[in-house]
């Protein structure tokens, strides 16, 4: 097994805590990546959209050592925080917790300063390369393309080069679906505010507009990245920074006065795209080389139930154990690693795009505040039977895929507990009035 050259496309999250799992396995991995090293070069300005880390997440890290550095350099989010849009001169905000008892949280970490903890734990690892400025366009005749040109020899090729994947580009027989949403991103930022943060740090903060929604999580500097989900030609249609000061003293009127670099920001961050990527297979034999994709290559998901990272690092934990059941058997394992992990990415797939309708049209109403708090009530009450679909993503480690089964049996228990409370209810009613009856004179 050891003999093996393997090859990890690609840099980021996943990428790194990969090479850092098989480098320990005893393989040689050399590490791909396009963009010089971002710990000397910096991370690319205005596309980070910070990472919710959660319980899979943290799983993951637990296995490389890091869950204990990453929680020292994260802020914990309790829950929503909620900025109803203006009506008349108040609109006050409403903090909504994510879990029944209000103690779980998911982690605000920087989607940059995670990548080089994980960037130094590979580079530490035994028989681990990486190799920066090094832009990989795909596989052929079992060499990667590099540049266009055939460069090194791989008998097993791990792309996790993300959601426009060059190497699945390059492979034939791949179905692949690209479901683009017509809203876009941008980042902008909420600065300290006296040394302080200007917003409630222990919180994930929304703005939701209906059709669209702005987010600001907080930072160890005591900043918030605050992301627009706009439709993209809403970005368009303000072309001068007063109309952007405008729109936004209209629409966010309680954050427009914290954001003193607005309309730099506005002007200099680019408008990002949200994708889902579905393709199958996952796996392909190029020649004798085996190729596989993982985290965004294999399953872009958009990011509105914080699970993209998470998701990703799970693939890398499944490659790991698949591994050590097949006897460090590349093709098995990762024909393994396809079967388990397909049907738990399109279900947080779908997931992930529900949560977006939530976010942008549900939180804000009266009614779902209700239901919430209803189901948190149940929760309390039936502690380890009924569970929300939010705690099941972000506070287990359940598979994806069964969830929305859960999810239906919990309904189903409840509805029946519910109807024979009823009868009972009913059944001791028409006993109480027929015994009332026989002792009539």
């Not at 990486?130 to 393309?145: I, K, M, Q």
Request: proline share 6%.
């Amino acid at each position: 097994m050891t003999d093996e050259r393997v090859a990890i496309v690609g840099a980021g999250l996943a990428g790194c805590l990969l090479a850092t799992l098989l480098g320990r396995r005893g393989l040689e991995v050399t590490v791909y990546e396009r963009r010089p090293d971002p710990r000397i070069a910096g991370a690319e300005r205005g596309r980070s959209i910070n990472l919710a880390v959660s319980a899979r997440g943290l799983a993951a890290l637990e296995q490389v050592g890091l869950r204990k550095q990453a929680l020292e350099r994260a802020l914990p989010m309790h829950g929503r925080m909620v900025h109803p849009a203006a009506r008349g001169r108040h609109a006050a905000p409403n903090f909504q917790p994510y879990s029944a008892d209000g103690r779980r949280a998911i982690n605000s970490i920087s989607r940059a300063e995670l990548n080089r903890a994980l960037l130094d734990a590979a580079e530490s690892t035994p028989g681990v390369r990486l190799r920066f400025s090094r832009r990989v366009t795909g596989v052929a005749d079992g060499r990667l393309l590099v540049d266009g040109l055939p460069g090194d020899p791989a008998d097993v090729v791990l792309a996790g080069d993300g959601a426009y994947s060059a190497v699945r580009g390059s492979l034939d027989g791949i179905a692949c679906d690209q479901d683009f949403l017509e809203h876009g991103y941008k980042e902008l930022t909420v600065p300290p505010r006296d040394g302080d943060f200007a917003l409630d740090p222990d919180a994930l903060h929304i703005w939701p507009r209906g059709t669209s929604m702005m987010i600001a999580l907080p930072n160890l500097d005591r900043s918030f990245t605050c992301t627009l989900f706009w439709p993209k030609g809403d970005f368009t249609a303000l072309g001068t920074p007063e109309q952007v000061l405008a729109h936004f003293r209209a629409h966010y009127p309680d954050v427009a006065g914290l954001m003193p670099g607005l309309t730099e920001d506005f002007a200099r961050n680019p408008v990002g795209s949200l994708v889902t990527v579905r393709c199958l297979p996952w796996v392909r034999d190029e020649g004798g080389t085996l190729v596989a994709l993982l985290g965004d290559a294999a399953h872009a998901i958009v990011p509105f139930f914080g699970q993209g990272a998470n998701c990703a690092f799970e693939d890398c934990i499944e490659i790991d154990r698949c591994l050590t059941e097949t006897g460090g058997r590349w093709d098995r394992a990762l024909a393994l690693y396809q079967e388990r992990r397909k049907p738990n990415t399109d279900a947080i797939a779908e997931m992930a795009l529900d949560n977006f309708v939530e976010m942008r049209d549900r939180v804000a109403s009266p009614v779902f505040r209700v239901k919430q708090a209803a189901q948190h009530a149940l929760e309390r009450r039936l502690a380890g039977r009924y569970v929300s679909r939010y705690e099941l993503v972000s506070f287990t480690t359940v598979p994806y895929a069964r969830i929305p089964a859960r999810l239906r049996r919990q309904n189903l228990a409840l509805g029946a507990a519910a109807g024979a409370a009823a009868g009972l209810t009913l059944a001791a009613g028409l006993t109480a009035r027929a015994l009332s009856r026989r002792r009539r004179p």
